[in-house]
């Protein structure tokens, strides 16, 4: 197929090559700081137009490349270690096949009314990566959706785009994600999970496009058959089978467990302070408690929490490779530069255009960095700073970040969730991208929209 064309090298090496892009440009740019002053809230912030070359400049020794990977895992030590209880948490819950049966469940009953299966199949793929960041755990229903939209008469691009518009969405407003909006709530300085109404009503906005967008497409398919992207493709008579995933009591209680997390979570974050470490608690709390209740007993729970932290290493390790480029930027006090250069033509622009600005730019960031997390850590430093001087809060800032990254996740060939997605369902990426394409366009014209509307009522 022609994903399998393209050769796009690993995101881990794209990273470090960005370390070393970093560690040049200490030596390239000139050194420099702006003046900041700590707000009421306590958060430092810059003063616009006090940018001043520094009178010294100090030059990092080449070792530093190496150095500053152990520095930079250490300085994001709480998410890597969050990470890896998260993953252990869910780990031990698909175990228990309680998210395999609610889902399976949902779809069957969904199965019979071709528009609920569509609007159905997108809120539940948007509501968990909004808020728990699900994605790859997504990939063993493929052949459900694909089984089911066959049987319907439409196609494997209206299942996948289900799933997939349905996740986009999801992260690109995402509520409480802690692996997107909180990582970059932290390091922007504001309230972890504040601004949530907004994000709330759009993304009752994107969800109204995903559907337009998805169900148009299917009828289409539906009445015309020929009309299918892919209709020269052979669909296997395989897909569609699933291993038995009834909903037992215990799974619901195990599904009930979780949903009383979730909202746990949320009272923790809004009224009690929490952030990574009480989290991280509550999600190891929880895996034990599933365990038990899901009938895995203590061996077993032990065994299925290591290898759901272990499914998520690589994401831990880009993340500490990611929190190491600012490092090296940080060492050579060139991040301020960096800041003033991309502020000044963004301030030409105005805060409105200036908000939009930020949305392309971390879109183009997504394409080199698919990971979350890691883009958080390596353009938030920059863009937190940046809104100060273009006139846009910190939230703003925020928020561009968030429909930059989760939205064009649906169409970057470094994501191998995407890529893996593509080859389960058998779809060419030529042909997704074709039908992926105008869904973004008309979702990236909403999220413009949106950005300049935080900007004029004072989103923070």
């Not at 002053?37 to 030059?59: C, W």
């Amino acid at each position: 197929m022609a994903a399998s064309r393209i050769r796009i090298p690993h995101t881990l090496v794209l990273l470090f090559a960005m370390i070393i892009v970093a560690f040049v440009a200490t030596y390239v740019l000139p050194q420099g700081s702006f003046e900041r002053v700590e707000t009421e809230s306590g958060r430092q912030q810059v003063v616009p137009g006090s940018y001043t070359a520094a009178e010294e400049t100090t030059r990092l020794p080449v070792q530093t490349i190496f150095t500053a990977v152990p520095r930079g895992f250490a300085a994001a030590e709480e998410i890597i270690f969050f990470v890896f209880i998260v993953g252990g948490a869910f780990g031990v819950f698909r175990a228990t096949g309680a998210a395999d049966a609610l889902i399976k469940f949902l779809l069957d009953e969904m199965g019979n009314v071709p528009w609920l299966l569509i609007a159905g199949g997108l809120l539940m793929f948007c509501l968990g990566s909004s808020t728990i960041g699900m994605a790859e755990e997504y990939m063993p229903f493929v052949p459900v959706l694909v089984g089911l939209c066959i049987g319907l008469r439409y196609d494997t691009v209206t299942a996948v785009g289900i799933l997939c518009c349905g996740y986009s969405i999801g992260y690109g407003a995402a509520l409480i994600n802690p692996f997107t909006v909180f990582i970059a709530q932290d390091i922007a300085g504001i309230e972890q999970g504040s601004g949530m109404a907004y994000r709330a009503l759009l993304t009752v906005v994107f969800f109204a496009i995903a559907f337009q967008h998805v169900y148009s497409y299917a009828r289409k398919v539906r009445a015309d058959p020929s009309k299918s992207l892919v209709a020269d493709q052979t669909v296997s008579s395989e897909q569609g089978e699933t291993k038995d995933v009834a909903l037992t009591a215990h799974r619901v209680a195990c599904i009930a467990l979780v949903v009383g997390s979730l909202g746990l979570l949320t009272y923790g974050l809004k009224f009690r302070g929490w952030y990574l470490i009480e989290m991280g608690a509550m999600f190891l709390g929880l895996s034990i408690v599933i365990g038990l209740v899901g009938k895995l007993g203590i061996d077993r729970t032990a065994r299925e929490f290591c290898t759901g932290a272990a499914e998520l290493t690589t994401t831990a390790l880009l993340i500490g490779f990611a929190r190491t480029i600012q490092i090296v930027l940080d060492d050579g006090h060139v991040v301020d530069t960096i800041v003033n250069g991309v502020a000044l033509p963004l301030q030409a622009l105005g805060s409105h255009g200036a908000a939009v600005g930020m949305l392309f730019v971390q879109t183009l960031c997504n394409l080199f960095i698919p990971s979350g997390s890691g883009q958080a850590y390596v353009t938030m430093p920059i863009m937190a700073p940046l809104g100060d001087l273009v006139g846009v809060s910190r939230q703003v800032a925020v928020l561009a970040y968030q429909f930059g990254d989760g939205f064009s996740n649906i169409i970057v060939p470094t994501s191998p969730v995407l890529m893996g997605i593509l080859a389960m369902a058998r779809i060419p990426y030529d042909r997704w991208l074709r039908f992926v394409v105008p869904f973004l366009l008309k979702v990236w014209l909403a999220a413009a929209i949106a950005l300049v509307a935080a900007v004029a009522f004072g989103y923070s």
